[in-house]
């Protein structure tokens, strides 16, 4: 693993869940703002069901740093 950026190797977690209230837009939103954060690594949103995919070091990123990007788009995470 990347000691400076949380990249690859172990240490990676994988976030797979639903979600509601995806537009295009706020999925888009969504999936710019979390690849900002420190060690997101990959995001994969489906606006018309809801399926989220999220690759994120939680040594670099916090759940709760994750789950604040949705509540700003008022998409509510089903985890």
């Known amino acids: 693993m990347c000691k400076e950026c949380g990249c690859g190797g172990s ?3 994988r976030l797979q869940f639903t ?21 997101v690594m990959y ?5 018309h069901d809801g399926e989220t ?7 670099k990123t916090k759940l709760t740093e994750i789950v604040k990007i949705f509540s700003q788009d008022n998409v509510e995470p089903q985890i």
């Not at 537009?23 to 703002?33: H, L, P, Y």
């Not at 995919?53 to 040594?59: E, G, L, V």
Request: avoid cysteine.
């Open 11 to 13: 240490g990676v977690t």
């Open 19 to 39: 979600a509601e209230g995806y537009t295009e837009d706020s999925a888009k939103n969504i999936e710019k703002n979390l690849l900002g954060l420190a060690g």
């Open 43 to 47: 995001v994969h949103i489906h606006a």
């Open 53 to 59: 995919t999220i690759d994120y070091n939680p040594a």
